[in-house]
């Protein structure tokens, strides 16, 4: 096996989420010595057969493969049976799961057991987190995804008890979100101006939020934005300019969530409600 890394791979660091470091590998040939990690990872294969050895037992993952292994326990890791193996990790702190797994009441230190789960839905769910956090600007879209993620693995993979949601506040703390959605969305909002305003912690917003709405607070937001763009189209507004007055990063952004909610590009909703009025 060669032991190469020449295709690509990328490392960096997410200072706000507790010095989060995440790395991604394409297609590469590589063999690990052993070694661990003073963090928790968390991972997804995307192609090829990722092997190691850890906790006594060789494990091979295939594609959608998700990887877990705890703090400070050896392992190696290697591009099994001569394929190119591409893909992605994050390296949560042992202070930003706990800090997570508290927001759920979970005493102790949380614990995976499982070192490679085969779910295909948890596997789409890291990769697009992964994704999320590479490639997009976006606070809370970092924030609800990040936080959603970690706590679906907590609740799932190591063996914690969800605490039963207090309907008391629910109402009222969906309606203030709502409310500072609705009057802030052309802002870069953050988790945390919504846990201000509703008193509650991050995992248990999200839960409540969506169980209410249907949706996190992030997917109401462009929904939202997405309202309020089509408004904005009908006057005749640019769709790079609509697209900053809503708070889209540009008007790329704009069209992907656009077309997702309303089936249609912007520029074709545009033209179609110019012409309707004209007439």
């Not at 956090?133 to 959603?148: D, G, P, Y």
Request: charged content about 20%; proline content about 4%.
């Amino acid at each position: 096996m060669s032991n190469s890394t020449c295709q690509s791979t990328k490392l960096w660091l997410i200072p706000e989420f507790g010095n989060l470091e995440l790395f991604r590998a394409e297609a590469i040939y590589y063999s690990y010595a052993r070694h661990s990690h003073p963090s928790y990872s968390i991972g997804i294969i995307e192609s090829g057969i990722g092997g190691n050895y850890y906790q006594g037992t060789t494990y091979l993952a295939p594609p959608k493969s998700v990887i877990f292994m705890n703090p400070e326990e050896a392992h190696t890791g290697y591009s099994a049976e001569e394929l190119p193996l591409t893909y992605r990790m994050l390296y949560p702190g042992v202070d930003f799961i706990q800090q997570i797994a508290s927001e759920f009441e979970i005493s102790g230190f949380p614990y995976f057991k499982d070192a490679v789960v085969q779910n295909k839905a948890l596997a789409r769910n890291v990769l697009s987190l992964h994704t999320v956090l590479e490639r997009s600007n976006n606070r809370l879209e970092q924030q609800v995804q990040l936080v959603e993620v970690l706590s679906d693995i907590l609740v799932n993979y190591a063996d914690v008890k969800l605490r039963s949601i207090r309907l008391g506040k629910e109402h009222q703390s969906v309606r203030l979100i709502k409310e500072y959605l609705h009057d802030n969305l052309s802002s870069n909002i953050s988790l945390e101006q919504l846990v201000k305003i509703t008193n509650l912690n991050r995992s248990y917003l999200i839960r409540v939020f969506r169980n209410a709405v249907g949706m996190t607070p992030y997917t109401y937001l462009n929904q939202i934005r997405v309202v309020k763009a089509k408004q904005l189209l009908r006057q005749g507004i640019s769709i790079a300019d609509a697209a900053i007055m809503v708070g889209m990063s540009d008007q790329s952004h704009l069209t992907r969530h656009f077309k997702r909610i309303v089936g249609i590009t912007p520029g074709r909703y545009r033209n179609m409600s110019i012409s309707f009025k004209t007439n």
